[in-house]
């Protein structure tokens, strides 16, 4: 044991900074104020949960009053209940009521500004949040909403961005000429995502007399090696509408596989 | 004068006392730059809708079939409820294949009494290796259920043969006696439908059950419970996919897709051969293979990482559930290093193979050693007098006090989760966990790891149980007579290598 000792005698011991005693206890003392500060706003958070539930019940009791028609509409209290309320629940609300309801609560929320933060996301450049900001603003009606969703259908910096941005433009009500549609479809790149399925879904429901023309498109673009599009033809040709179904009908063939391997 | 062995063995010393720092140091720095990456990225995206209405309305008419492949082995006592709650999972074209790993209690006897099961016929396109199929049958009850019974094999060779008899353009892999949210399916199908056609997998977050309150096979209360084994793990978890893999998937450089969940583009599968058999990590093997190939073909793909998708499962609540597991995940993990090894620092492969692989050997291969050996350095030199205390400090610091503040950091990511941790009680016992788990579990872990390192490089491949008091209050109960420990090639407990943590330090 004692050779042990001399040996170590004998070593050079590793030097380091001196102020490093004083680091742990700085990490220490920073660790429990992280735990401190994340405690406070975790109280905060539950509070904030709180409160957005208690908004949230307080604009279904409102709007479900002005639903049943128990009280006449009073747009100012409308207006001041749509700004308190969590943006989420205006939306769900939206999605389950037509007409003049849904018409007169776009109306109040864009005065109250609940699109507002929208807008501001779709200037944001992180994909995933321009996306979102484009599903609220399929409610949204004024023609500031419909310009800020156009100049994405035109100059949306990825094709994902442009055709999710068309969708959004069709859903807002819109009528664009056959062109335009041309136009902006071919503008949404040459790969036949499941998002331009449901955008011709889309165009097939709201705008009818537009789908053979765009059936012509889509067939234009099958042949750039594209037969998913095959599932949209399909749908085309059981529309409702028979001038649809014939449209589709007629232009099935040529790109259906059996042809390209002809 | 010292002998020249008294300086060689001094240089030895502080060349591996070097090492040990620096090998803190790095996985540090990693872990840092996860959780900042991580952080940036949940700030940055849009926080995940908890809309039904809006998911279903952009999923329904796009929604491509989906089949749920579930392996169960040995599951007489939650087999029936956990069918129950994938059947009810929420997607307009689905399809529940559940397959009978050759159980030895009576599972096969539950399913077909519960299910009202009649043999059936089904075509299979392509088959998958697996082990023997004795039966294939349709419930009554259930048009989309199939079961399939079969010789035992491992939990790949299960699943590789429910992805044979599959119909779905995607499959869904997910442990029979995991529990995912209703709305699992429709968010995880989101990145298939919105993508530009590169998506051939997507995984979600895995966390901890335990404290969970769960009602016909859904979560119904969130909670951690006030055991510290579960805490730790919980917080493990935290790191592992609200940091790291969330990281990872804004890098590119996402290596695994946890067994407990995921979906696969059901081509790519089959192109690639399905899960293999001879790994203990097969699906970390399976996700670096696909993305091998992909590479080498030069085809474009992506993973993509929800962890807003929760599949619940239960961590292991004995000491010796959590060696046994955490020396699997080691060794599955050092099996896939040593497989795939050409792509380390390899070009061709891209990131995967000048970070991730990189970043795997550190965590996995150099990382538990270097911990390890640098506590026993410290009290060894501390002991002698042969080591400045100030380096013993450094190294406390770098580990616990570092590893507390990491675990501080993540639970503010977790607060931003659609469906964070009940209850400020909870959270309060999340941070006391975070410290507390520095000072013992910490360093228990890496010996489990270093376990695993040897029981690679003796080759052993027997798995051991892990013990599991089953979810919605069910103890599982001790398995069978005879099926406790088995041979190499013999499935034991289907719970998953996968769900190892990646990229963080445990």
């Not at chain 1, 996301?121 to 023609?143: D, N, T, W, Y």
């Not at chain 2, 239960?314 to 792509?343: C, D, S, Y």
Request: charged residues 20%.
């Amino acid at each position: 044991m004692n050779v042990i000792w001399n040996i170590v005698g004998y070593l050079p011991a590793l030097r380091l900074p001196a102020g490093l005693v004083d680091a742990m206890f700085g990490g220490c003392a920073l660790l429990a104020g992280i735990c401190a500060w994340l405690m406070v706003r975790r109280v905060l958070a539950a509070q904030r949960r709180e409160t957005t539930q208690a908004a949230n019940l307080f604009m279904v009791r409102e709007l479900g009053s002005y639903v049943l028609g128990e009280h006449p509409v009073d747009l100012d209290h409308l207006r001041a209940t749509l700004e308190q309320a969590p943006l989420q629940s205006i939306l769900h609300f939206l999605r389950l009521h037509r007409g003049q309801t849904q018409a007169l609560v776009i109306a109040q929320a864009e005065l109250a500004g609940v699109f507002d933060p929208a807008i501001k996301a779709l200037g944001s450049g992180v994909a995933s949040r321009q996306i979102e900001a484009l599903k609220h603003l399929q409610f949204a009606r004024g023609p500031a909403f419909r310009s800020a969703v156009l100049r994405q259908v035109i100059r949306g910096p990825t094709p994902l961005l442009r055709v999710e941005a068309l969708y959004t433009f069709v859903a807002m009500g819109t009528s664009p000429s056959e062109i335009a549609l041309a136009i902006w479809i071919d503008g949404t790149g040459p790969d036949m995502t499941p998002r331009h399925q449901a955008l011709f879904q889309l165009i097939a429901d709201r705008l009818p007399d537009v789908l053979p023309d765009l059936v012509q498109l889509v067939t234009t673009r099958a042949f750039q090696d594209q037969l998913a599009v095959l599932a949209a033809q399909h749908q085309a040709m059981h529309h409702p509408l028979p001038a649809i179904g014939t449209a589709a009908a007629r232009l099935r063939a040529p790109i259906h596989p059996s042809r390209r391997v002809a | 004068m010292p002998a020249p062995f008294e300086v060689a063995g001094m240089a030895l010393y502080n060349a591996l006392v070097a090492f040990c720092v620096a090998t803190v140091i790095l996985r540090n720095g990693a872990a840092l730059i996860q959780l900042a990456v991580a952080l940036r990225a949940t700030m940055r995206e849009a926080r995940p809708t908890m809309d039904m209405f809006d998911l279903w309305q952009r999923t329904e008419a796009q929604a491509p079939r989906i089949s749920v492949i579930a392996p169960a082995f040995n599951e007489e006592l939650s087999i029936a409820q956990s069918i129950q709650s994938l059947l009810s999972l929420q997607y307009p074209d689905l399809e529940v294949i559940v397959v009978n790993d050759g159980s030895k209690d009576r599972t096969m006897e539950i399913l077909r009494e519960t299910f009202d099961l009649v043999p059936a016929e089904r075509a299979i396109d392509r088959a998958l290796h697996h082990t023997r199929v004795v039966g294939c049958y349709a419930s009554r009850k259930h048009d989309n259920l199939l079961v399939v019974d079969k010789e035992n094999g491992r939990k790949a060779d299960a699943t590789n043969a429910g992805i044979s008899y599959s119909s779905g353009d995607l499959i869904c892999v997910i442990d029979a006696d995991s529990v995912i949210d209703p709305e699992g399916l429709v968010r995880a199908v989101q990145p298939f439908i919105e993508g530009d056609g590169s998506v051939i997998a997507v995984g979600g977050s895995i966390r901890i059950a335990n404290g969970c309150t769960i009602k016909g096979g859904h979560v119904v209360k969130v909670g951690t419970g006030r055991e510290w084994l579960p805490l730790f793990q919980t917080l493990e978890y935290f790191r592992a996919f609200l940091a790291g893999r969330v990281a990872a998937s804004h890098g590119g450089i996402l290596l695994l897709i946890s067994g407990a969940f995921g979906l696969f583009r059901r081509d790519v599968l089959l192109e690639a051969g399905g899960y293999q058999h001879d790994s203990l990590g097969e699906d970390l093997e399976l996700l670096v293979r696909l993305q091998r190939i992909a590479r080498e073909n030069n085809r474009p793909h992506t993973i993509a990482y929800l962890p807003e998708i929760c599949c619940w499962t239960e961590a292991p609540f004995t000491i010796e559930g959590v060696r046994n597991q955490r020396t699997r995940w080691q060794q599955g993990g050092l099996q896939v290093f040593f497989k795939h090894r050409v792509m380390l620092f390899n070009k061709r492969y891209g990131r995967l193979g000048m970070i991730a692989f990189p970043l795997l050997a550190l965590e996995d291969l150099i990382g538990p050693i270097a911990e390890l050996l640098g506590y026993v350095l410290m009290v060894v030199g501390l002991a002698l007098g042969i080591l400045d205390p100030a380096v013993a400090v450094l190294y406390f610091l770098l580990t616990c006090l570092f590893g507390s503040l990491m675990s501080a950091g993540v639970l503010i990511i977790e607060e931003m989760q659609p469906r964070p941790v009940a209850g400020v009680a909870d959270f309060g016992w999340l941070l006391m966990a975070a410290v507390v788990e520095n000072f013992g579990y910490r360093q228990l872990i890496q010996w489990y790891r270093l376990r695993g390192v040897v029981h690679f490089l003796k080759k052993k491949t027997a798995w051991a149980a892990v013990p599991r008091a089953g979810l919605g209050g069910k103890p599982a109960g001790p398995p069978p007579k005879g099926v406790e420990r088995r041979k190499a090639d013999l499935t034991i407990d289907h719970r998953d290598p996968g769900d190892a943590p990646q990229g963080t330090p445990a």
